[in-house]
Nanobody, 133 residues
Framework: QEHVVESGGGLVQPGGSLRLSCAAS????????IGWFRQAPGEEREVVSR?????????????YYAESVKGRFTISRDNDKNTVYLQMNNLKPEDTAVYYC?????????????????????WGEGTLVTVSS
């Protein structure tokens, strides 16, 4: 059974950094992608309203970044550990959100194609990131 679990959220000051982890398990091949999404606290917890931040293909490492995080967030993978990371630098108060990782089978991320939250197959429970002084 495929499964993803996020970790690494917490409280950070504006301008600070945080690294989120997404541990994947149960996948029988490397033909899938992991995406990072976020949702502001208090919003309806509907998948369709989650905003994509970044995506990485497990097989070849191809990536996608939303314009709002380019230059500040970096996605990476460690296939030996079945873990995807989201390094977040220069965090702003508006980055405060619940961050979710999600997996999509048989998918390659592309720099010019925004992944849809509705197309993701497996979701974690989310981890809260609060940017505040």
């Amino acid at each position: 059974q495929e499964h993803v679990v996020e970790s690494g959220g917490g409280l950070v000051q504006p301008g600070g950094s945080l690294r989120l982890s997404c541990a994947a398990s149960g996948f029988t091949s490397d033909y899938y992608a992991i995406g990072w999404f976020r949702q502001a606290p208090g919003e309806e917890r509907e998948v369709v309203s989650r905003e994509v931040m970044s995506c990485i293909s497990i097989r070849d490492g191809s990536t996608y970044y939303a314009e709002s995080v380019k230059g500040r967030f970096t996605i990476s993978r460690d296939n030996d550990k079945n873990t995807v990371y989201l390094q977040m630098n220069n965090l702003k108060p508006e980055d405060t959100a619940v961050y979710y990782c999600a997996a999509r089978l048989y998918y390659y991320c592309s720099a010019h194609v925004r992944p849809s939250p509705n197309a993701m197959d497996y979701w974690g429970e989310g981890t809260l990131v609060t940017v505040s002084s």
